[in-house]
C-alpha cells in the first residue's frame, strides 16, 4: 500500500509548501483540501507526490442547479490538478462550509434524493472519464463531525459507487468517520473492496495519529491487504504531540 499524509493536518508551524516538502523527504506522499486557497505551482516545485485532493468547490447532488454547479466546479478541480499530477478528487454528499458543515443540511433522504444523487454521480463519472481522472466519494460521520451531512455512511457511498460502477468514481473509504458513524470496520473494508479508491486513517475519539485511541490499525491493514488493496492510505489526523513521531507511528502501523 502507499502511505501518505494529509498536509493539512501535521506539522502546523511550519508553512504548507515546508510541510509538503517535509513529508516527501520522509517519504510519504501528500495529500491537501481546498486547493483554490493554495500556490499549486510552489507545492508542485517540492516534487512530492500528491494522492488526493478536494475535487469540488461547492454544489450538491440532490439539487439540479446544485449538481450543475458541482459538475462546473469539478471541471476547474481537474484543470488545477494537472498542476499536481493526478491526485484522485473527492467529494462528498454535500457542499461543506469552512466549519465542515452541510451548507443545506439533510436529515431524511428520501428516494427521489437518491436517485438524483445517482444521477449526478454518473455526470462526475463521465466528466472522470473524458480527462483521464478518478473522483472519490468521501463517507463521514454525522454524530460528531459532520452533522446533516446527506449520504455519509460509508455503506451509503459503497451503494452509490456501486450503482454507477465506473473505475472513475470510487469510494474514499474513511475510517475514522466509520467507526464514529458504523463500526464493524474489518466487515465494512470486505464490503468496500470491488469499489475502494482511496482510504484515509485517524484514531478514534480524538482523530490522532495510530496508537492514541481504541482502533487497533495493524489489524485494519491486514485487513485491507487481505482484500487485496494496494493504493492509497492516507493520515488526515493531527498529531497529539509531534507531528514527526505521529506520521512515524502511522508508518508503522499501516506498513504490511
Not at 463517507?139 to 446527506?150: K, S, Y
Not at 489489524?219 to 512515524?248: C, I, P, Q, T
Request: net charge negative; hydrophobic share 50%.
Amino acid at each position: 500500500m502507499n502511505l501518505s499524509v494529509c498536509a493539512e493536518t501535521v506539522f502546523l508551524d511550519l508553512p504548507l509548501a515546508e510541510r509538503v516538502a517535509v513529508l516527501h523527504a520522509a517519504g510519504f506522499g501528500v495529500e491537501i483540501w481546498d486547493w483554490w486557497t493554495k500556490d499549486l505551482d510552489e507545492l508542485a516545485a517540492t516534487g512530492a507526490t500528491f494522492t488526493s485532493m478536494t475535487g469540488y468547490v461547492e454544489g450538491e447532488l440532490v439539487d439540479p442547479d446544485g449538481a450543475d454547479r458541482l459538475l462546473a466546479s469539478a471541471e476547474r478541480s481537474i484543470a488545477a490538478s494537472r498542476a499536481l499530477g493526478r491526485p484522485v478528487l473527492n467529494l462528498h454528499g454535500t457542499g461543506l462550509d469552512d466549519r465542515g458543515l452541510p451548507v443545506r443540511p439533510v436529515e431524511v433522504v428520501t428516494g427521489p434524493m437518491w436517485l438524483a444523487a445517482e444521477r449526478t454521480l454518473r455526470r462526475v463519472a463521465e466528466l472522470g472519464e473524458r480527462h483521464d481522472v478518478v473522483f472519490v466519494l468521501e463517507n463521514l460521520n454525522r454524530a460528531v463531525d459532520h452533522p446533516g451531512t446527506p449520504f455519509a455512511a460509508a455503506a451509503d457511498v459503497r451503494a452509490l459507487v456501486a450503482a454507477v460502477d465506473s473505475p472513475h468514481l470510487r469510494v474514499n473509504l474513511d475510517l475514522y468517520h466509520a467507526q464514529i458513524g458504523e463500526g464493524n470496520l474489518i466487515e465494512l473494508i470486505g464490503a468496500c473492496a470491488p469499489w475502494l479508491g482511496e482510504v484515509q486513517v485517524a484514531d478514534v475519539p480524538g482523530r490522532c495519529e495510530p496508537g492514541t485511541g481504541e482502533l487497533n490499525h495493524p489489524a485494519l491493514a491486514a485487513a485491507l491487504h487481505a482484500v487485496g488493496y494496494r493504493g492509497v492510505v492516507a493520515l488526515e489526523a493531527f498529531a497529539s504531540g509531534d507531528s514527526r513521531a505521529a506520521v512515524e507511528a502511522f508508518r508503522a502501523a499501516w506498513t504490511v
